[in-house]
């Protein structure tokens, strides 16, 4: 049986090779260990864990990041999709 937490791990490392083994606000290089779970629709806000809502960012833009949705806060760094 594997854990739930070598799931989650390559869950993340998937997602970072997705991104180029970058953070996806500030594009700043990262490795797994200061790669953070991000996600688009906060879970408090009934985002889920799924792919489909997470991308990963460094532990600085998670932090500053907080609970906000991701549109606000690429809106809040200047940066748009695209
Ligand atoms: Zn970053």
Do not use: E, W
Not at 18 to 38: H, P
Not at 39 to 49: A, N, Q, R, S, Y
Not at 62 to 67: D, E, L, R, Y
């Amino acid at each position: 049986m594997t854990a739930p937490s070598v799931y989650r791990r390559r869950k993340k490392m998937r997602l970072l090779m997705a991104q180029g083994g970058k953070c996806f606000y500030c594009g700043r290089s990262i490795n797994l260990l200061g790669a953070t779970f991000d996600h688009i629709v906060p879970k408090c806000k009934g985002g889920t864990l799924r792919l489909s809502n997470a991308c990963i960012a460094c532990r600085k833009c998670n932090q500053a990041k907080g609970a906000m949705p991701q549109a606000d806060y690429l809106k809040s760094i200047g940066r748009t999709y695209g």
